[in-house]
DNA sequence: AGAAACACTGGAGCCACTCCAGAGTCAAGC
DNA sequence: GCTTGACTCTGGAGTGGCTCCAGTGTTTCT
């Protein structure tokens, strides 16, 4: 199969394909006549394993990990459990973050009721302040921020 | 004061307030004889206000929106609400998403209680197969992922 | 006077894509 | 055989929000 019929069958982009293949994510397929990509099944599902990753918000290096334990089929798991706790870990503290982050935010809103001049807006009033500012030091985490 | 001592007063970085200026997000500073950045009150205030907002998670472009509003006191102030709503829109929304994707990695996660081979693995197993794909398809959202 | 600490600029790197231009390939219809 | 259109190729730039670097200059302290 070509490149596009590749994308759509693992649900993934044919940019996407190409740049994973770059980076070794996915090995280097046959080539046809024409210099054309040429997949057969088990890149299809390569792929499908890499975006089921991916849709679990996994990281490129956290799939390359999982890669190279389901390329070795003999080796032990342990360390497949490890990545998943990790980022089960990591998925959890966001949470976490982003609840008080809300209820921050929520808190901040309150602050300005109507509309009104800039000047007196709560809201900018607050922010502008340095007592409003959450003690949110270390930002830099794996699961990372809001954008 | 110079751009280290501005760094501390606002909980900032050199590069970063170098980074700001930039992109316009900080006004260009008076200059010592050295060609030091020499900076007043006004920019800390600036500074602190953009970290703020930074810790709430808001984009640059959020920032600047409300710094419009920051720097024209007499304007209405609707404008700073729909921004805040629309941030709080997002994070709750996130918030969401995480939340079901910590379910789905529980879950997988319990498909592999001890050590095997990887072959056997049920957590390897189950990202592999079609049907384990969360439905997760549009994952691009201001809030955004999980790294 | 020399060392240490600070600041300057311009540019590269990070992540995981996404989009683009300009060129080439291929199948179907006329 | 020729055109059209869909597909593919490569290399490179852009995204956000920094962060780090090399190589150079300035200031401060001893």
Redesign the pocket.
């Known amino acids: 199969m070509?490149?596009?019929?590749l994308a759509i069958a693992a649900q993934s982009?044919?940019?996407?394909i190409?740049?994973y293949e770059k980076i070794g994510i996915l090995h280097k397929p046959a080539r046809?006549?024409?210099?054309?990509?040429y997949y057969k099944g088990a890149h299809v599902d390569r792929l499908r394993f890499v975006r089921h990753c991916?849709a679990l918000d996994m990281?490129?290096?956290e799939v390359r990990l999982l890669l190279q334990f389901r390329d070795a089929p003999e080796s032990d798991c342990a360390g497949v459990n490890q990545v998943l706790d990790e980022h089960i870990g990591h998925v959890t503290e966001r949470i976490e973050t982003l609840t008080l982050l809300e209820k921050e935010l929520r808190r901040l809103r309150r602050q300005c009721r109507k509309a009104l001049k800039a000047k007196d807006c709560g809201i900018l009033v607050e922010i502008g302040n340095d007592a409003a500012l959450v003690g949110r030091k270390a930002a830099?985490r794996h699961v990372a921020g809001t954008?």
Do not use: F, P, S
């Open positions: 070509r490149i596009g019929e982009d044919v940019d996407t190409r740049y046809t006549e024409g210099n054309y990509r991916r990281t490129l290096d830099k954008h």
